[in-house]
Structure formats: C-alpha cells, structure tokens
C-alpha cells in the first residue's frame, strides 16, 4: 500500500495521512495516559519506561512542553516515543491536542507531498539503474551507521574523562584533608 501509487488527489491523500497520524500518535499519548495509571507494573511496559531515550523525551517534554510535540512530527525515530512522553508525564489534553493536530499536520503535508516525490524518484531511480541505486543506498546507511557508532565512542570517552577528572579531584582533596588533619594533630 504504497501512497506514491494512490490514484488520489493530494488533498485526499492528505486527509488519509492526517487521519493515520491522529490515530497513531493520539493512540500512543491514550497509552502513556494508561501507563501512568499502572501498566507500568507490566514488565515491558517498565522496560521501555525506564530506558534512555524514554527519560530523554519526558525530560524534553517537561521543559519545553506542547512545542516538543509538535516539532516531533518532523523528527524521524523520537514521534512515538515523546507522544507516550506526554501521555505518561500527564501533559493535559488542552495542551497536547493543538500540538497534535499541528505537528500532525505538518507531518501529512509533509508526507502526501514532498514524501511522495521522494518514495517515486527513488522507485524511477531504480528503474533506470538498479545497482547504482542499491550501492548509493548502501553507502548511505554505512555513512550514518558511522557517524553514529563515532557519536557514541565520543560520548563514552567524554564520559570517562568526567569520570577520571571526579575521581582525581576526589583524591586531591582526599589527600589534602589528610595533610590538613596530621598537620593538627
């Protein structure tokens, strides 16, 4: 079902996606209203909960609020993930239905336009030349995976940086202590 191949206007197409994207995300903001309401006790439920990305997206929600919702339509990989933010951290209806029916909409302009475009000159390149646009492809998800696995050895290393500077200067002031206590004595 793929919408490059709907035989409908854009403002169909449009309205079909619209309509896909209230469900979806609205479904996702109910379940993090539940979850706050004790699914949390379900094993999975807690796992996700508890993971990272999760805690990223409600703190994310909890200092910019509705915005954050609204921008999350444009963000590829944190949609799902910051509208059960906002169901879970109890952001009120009045608040999250503007930013969904915002972001929302923007995500269906987005998508029954600019996306439909896209998903065709991908399916014509690779009418014209199957292998060109395989390798291409290819070589772009080898370059993001680098560039990811290198933000995360980044990240690590300026962690235990933190780490090594805590403990040296919880040391250095170990040490002095001592000194200050045998001087007294």
Same mark, same amino acid.
């Given at each position: 079902?793929?919408?490059?191949?709907?035989?409908?206007?854009?403002?169909?197409?449009?309205?079909?996606?619209?309509?896909?994207?209230?469900?979806?995300?609205?479904?996702?903001?109910?379940?993090?209203?539940?979850?706050?309401?004790?699914?949390?006790?379900?094993?999975?439920?807690?796992?996700?909960?508890?993971?990272?990305?999760?805690?990223?997206?409600?703190?994310?929600?909890?200092?910019?609020?509705?915005?954050?919702?609204?921008?999350?339509? /444009?963000? +590829? @990989?944190?949609?799902?993930?910051?509208? =059960? !933010?906002? $169901?879970?951290?109890?952001?009120?209806? *009045?608040?999250?239905?503007?930013?969904?029916?915002?972001?929302?909409?923007?995500?269906?302009?987005?998508?029954?336009?600019?996306?439909?475009?896209?998903?065709?000159?991908?399916?014509?390149?690779?009418?014209?030349?199957?292998? /060109?646009? +395989? @390798?291409?492809?290819?070589?772009?998800? =080898? !370059?993001? $995976?680098?560039?990811?696995?290198?933000? *995360?050895?980044?990240?690590?290393?300026?962690?235990?940086?933190?780490?090594?500077?805590?403990?040296?200067?919880?040391?250095?002031?170990?040490?002095?202590?001592?000194?200050?206590?045998?001087?007294?004595?």
């Amino acid at each position: 079902m793929n919408p490059a191949n709907w035989s409908l206007p854009i403002a169909v197409t449009w309205l079909i996606l619209f309509g896909i994207i209230l469900a979806r995300a609205g479904g996702t903001y109910l379940l993090g209203r539940l979850a706050r309401r004790g699914m949390r006790r379900i094993e999975r439920v807690e796992r996700i909960m508890s993971g990272p990305k999760y805690q990223r997206a409600e703190a994310m929600i909890e200092r910019f609020g509705a915005p954050v919702i609204a921008l999350s339509f /444009l963000m +590829v @990989g944190v949609q799902t993930v910051l509208n =059960l !933010a906002a $169901g879970t951290s109890g952001m009120s209806y *009045r608040r999250y239905i503007p930013a969904l029916v915002v972001g929302g909409s923007l995500w269906a302009l987005i998508y029954s336009t600019v996306g439909l475009i896209g998903f065709t000159a991908l399916a014509t390149a690779y009418e014209k030349s199957p292998g /060109l646009t +395989v @390798g291409l492809g290819a070589c772009f998800v =080898l !370059a993001i $995976g680098g560039l990811l696995i290198g933000l *995360r050895k980044d990240e690590r290393k300026d962690e235990r940086k933190g780490e090594t500077n805590d403990a040296a200067s919880g040391d250095t002031a170990g040490g002095g202590a001592a000194r200050d206590g045998s001087a007294a004595n």
